[in-house]
């Protein structure tokens, strides 16, 4: 059977870190409520001028190079990102053109936090229909330039950063072992930003009404988020006939230390299986599971051989997870 196995990972964050004491000096906001309620201790920050395609330019480079492979290589690739430079061409595009990938064709994939979950997804079906054989899935998110500082309760929950992995095509029993993905959009409104496309386009009178910012309903969300995303774990133990002994490492979405720690309660996951970074990165969307899957794999949590199970849940909204053999 082809599988479509994870040879290379990589991740790219923004020298420029903004603590929450940082955020106190602006925002009506105290380190002490952020970590309590969140979990986040500090997030990255790209420069001025810089869009998702430039963190995940250099996050897919490493990705390629750890997989001992070059950009020639890579024969589909798929940004998943909320954040991209602009709304057309992809954000696939101009990291294609920037990383020299000339034989790839390329495309975005947008479900919000969970975009990376459904990137792999697409990828995954192109590989194992025979398709393509090498992809590369990038999470890129340069979400601090989409924020207002103004509003609180979300200016303290996002960071910026890109991951990335490399799928080949590969047989034998190591590779993606199951995919799940659900989605529920009459429940759009608990996460949305409405202004920029083409419903609320920028005009100034859209602009001062506040259409460009990130509206979220957090407790409503929060709600939600632990019932599917913790159904999410579940299925993707049901459909290997999988308990939480036989995995290695838990890597969650990072947006709540709280819903994560629920999910894996749920399923009677120890504290020391789960992979948490939200304190260093805060919540980057869709690049929070690459980011975490590579710092896991530098760290020694994910080694040949590991069972890894990956989660999320986001705007949409939507959900997924998926069961990895490393
Ligand atoms: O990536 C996927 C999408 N994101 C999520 O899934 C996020 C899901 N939601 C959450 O994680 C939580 O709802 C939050 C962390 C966003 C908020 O935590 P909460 O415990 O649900 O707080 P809350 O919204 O109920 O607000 C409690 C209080 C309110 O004040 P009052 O009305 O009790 O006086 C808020 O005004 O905290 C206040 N508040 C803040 N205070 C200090 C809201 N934001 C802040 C802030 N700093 N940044």
Known sequence: MIRS???????????????????????????????QRTGIQQRHMANDGEGASDLGAPAALRAIASAGLTPEDIDLILCCTMSPDYLFP??????????????????????ACSGFLYGLSVANAHIQSGQY????????????????????????LFGDGAGAVVLRAAEGDRGILSMFLGADG???????????GSKYPITPENYASGLRDI?????????RAVVVFGGAVQKALEQNGMTSDDLDVFIPHQANVRIIMAAAERVGLPEEKVYLNINRTANTTSASIPIALDQACAEGRIREGSIVLVASFGAGLTWGSSIIRW
């Open 186 to 196: 009459t429940q759009g409104n608990l996460l949305i930003r409405e202004g920029g």
């Open 133 to 156: 054989k090498t992809a590369l899935v990038i999470g890129s998110e340069r979400v601090t330039n989409i924020l207002n500082w103004e509003r609180r309760d979300t200016a303290v």
């Open 215 to 223: 509206i979220m309903k957090g407790q409503d969300l929060f709600r």
């Open 90 to 111: 992809s954000t696939a595009c101009l990291i294609q053109s920037k990383i020299g990938a000339s034989r790839a064709a390329a495309m975005d994939v947008n479900a």
């Open 5 to 35: 196995q994870i040879i290379g990972t990589g991740h790219f964050l923004p020298e420029k870190v903004l603590t929450n004491k940082d955020l106190e000096q602006f925002v009506d906001t105290t380190d002490e409520w952020i970590v």
